[in-house]
């Protein structure tokens, strides 16, 4: 009975911890942290992008980068000009793996990159080693920057 009691509070713990990490943060520069929720989701339009990675086609379904930006306080996110110029996201994934996005890439009168941060591919939820959210960048050559399991993004200058 005790061991049985113990592989239950095992399974709690991790199931607490696994939900607790799949939570993502989006960090401001003034180090405040948003957490990308139902609620700063609920006015944003939902978007559908096609992209290849590994030899596979798959379409992926979430919301644009920008759009989760703005909804988060990020300010501007577009029209940037000076020293704004220099701002820049660090996307992090599970296991550690980072990529960054310079702010001017995501503006629309710069560089327009299109950056879906995805929930679904194919019509379905992500899979686990997938999700629950991934950086899609349909437009880079390669997927080096669609990032899977993402746990935060942190803007910096």
Same mark, same amino acid.
Request: hydrophobic share 45%; net charge neutral; charged share 20%.
């Given at each position: 009975?005790?061991?049985?009691?113990?592989?239950?509070?095992? /399974?709690?713990?991790?199931?607490?911890?696994?939900? =607790?990490? +799949?939570?993502?943060?989006?960090? /401001? $520069?003034?180090?405040?942290?948003? @957490?990308?929720?139902?609620?700063?989701?609920?006015?944003? *339009?939902?978007?559908?992008?096609?992209?290849?990675?590994?030899?596979?086609? &798959? $379409?992926? @379904?979430?919301?644009? /980068?920008? @759009?989760?930006?703005?909804? +988060? %306080?990020?300010?501007?996110? @577009?029209?940037?000009?000076? $020293?704004?110029?220099?701002?820049? /996201? #660090?996307? *992090?994934? *599970?296991?550690?793996?980072?990529?960054?996005?310079?702010? &001017? =890439?995501?503006?629309? #009168?710069? %560089?327009?990159?299109?950056?879906?941060? &995805?929930?679904?591919?194919?019509?379905?939820?992500?899979?686990?080693?997938d999700g629950?959210?991934?950086?899609?960048?349909?437009?880079d050559?390669?997927?080096?920057?669609?990032?899977?399991?993402? #746990?935060?993004?942190?803007?910096? =200058?």
């Open positions: 009975m005790r061991i049985l009691a113990i592989a239950l509070a095992i /399974l709690l713990l991790s199931t607490a911890h696994a939900a =607790e990490s +799949a939570a993502l943060n989006i960090v /401001l $520069k003034d180090g405040h942290s948003v @957490e990308l929720s139902p609620s700063l989701l609920a006015g944003l *339009t939902r978007q559908q992008v096609v992209s290849t990675s590994h030899g596979k086609t &798959a $379409k992926h @379904e979430g919301y644009n /980068l920008r @759009e989760i930006l703005k909804a +988060a %306080g990020v300010d501007p996110v @577009e029209g940037l000009r000076g $020293k704004q110029l220099a701002g820049y /996201l #660090t996307v *992090t994934a *599970t296991d550690g793996y980072t990529v960054v996005f310079a702010l &001017a =890439e995501l503006d629309p #009168t710069l %560089g327009n990159t299109q950056v879906v941060l &995805a929930d679904s591919q194919d019509g379905q939820p992500l899979h686990a080693s629950p959210w991934r950086l899609v960048v349909p437009g050559q390669r997927a080096a920057r669609s990032v899977r399991q993402v #746990t935060s993004i942190r803007v910096s =200058e």
